[in-house]
């Protein structure tokens, strides 16, 4: 899948880190069993992201972390791939699909480079996901590439207005602008207790060098 970027490799090391925290989470997603989406909960039936059938679908979640997308669309009788750039939260997929008696493919890999030939899905989805931390120039096309004509790309991220309106400390979103419209494509967010920076948000199409 070649060589990682930077901010491909911070944000491995960083999500890894965290793969802890989103563990309850994801059990409990996977009990589910009816997809809600964001950190409001939408319903599908309200925000209607999915095709109205997968069925016979091939579909690849990217930026999958537990895999409870996956996991929904498995059942609804799709062929799903999930590829995620953090082995330690695919580890926790794979343990709820052992618990859970759900078999498709984990891949740890990095979704700015797929390593799938072109035409491969009908559908490519992610929530939060791959928009975290990959570049949008990078996985668009990407996902593009892999999608056969007439396929589908769906994601969800967190809105533009709410980062411009976000600092760099660990405080709620303040009710004014504190970065610039204009110029900003990514965010490198700082972690703790990492020193390192991490580009946690792309929240504009550009190029990096």
Avoid at 43 to 51: A, H
Avoid at 59 to 86: F, K, M, P, Q
Avoid at 149 to 163: D, H, N, R, V, Y
Avoid at 178 to 193: C, H, K, S
Wanted: aromatic share 10%.
């Amino acid at each position: 899948m070649g060589d990682l970027s930077g901010h491909v490799r911070r944000n491995r090391a960083f999500w890894n880190q965290k793969a802890g925290e989103f563990v309850e989470a994801g059990e409990k997603a996977w009990e589910r069993g009816t997809p809600v989406w964001g950190i409001w909960q939408v319903p599908e039936s309200e925000l209607r992201m999915l095709p109205d059938s997968v069925a016979g679908k091939d579909v690849i979640e990217l930026g999958c972390g537990t895999a409870y997308v996956s996991a929904w669309l498995t059942g609804r009788g799709a062929r799903v791939v999930g590829i995620d750039n953090s082995e330690a939260q695919l580890a926790t997929a794979r343990k709820l699909q052992r618990k859970h008696g759900l078999d498709f493919p984990l891949v740890h890999g990095n979704a700015e480079s797929l390593g799938y030939p072109d035409a491969s899905f009908d559908l490519a989805i992610s929530e939060y996901g791959v928009c975290m931390w990959a570049d949008p120039c990078r996985w668009v096309p990407e996902a593009a590439r892999v999608l056969r004509p007439g396929g589908q790309l769906a994601f969800l991220t967190s809105s533009f207005l709410l980062t411009l309106c976000m600092s760099d400390e660990d405080v709620p979103a303040a009710d004014r602008l504190l970065r610039p419209a204009f110029g900003t494509f990514r965010v490198d967010w700082p972690t703790d207790p990492v020193d390192t920076a991490v580009a946690a948000v792309w929240i504009r199409g550009g190029r990096l060098d």
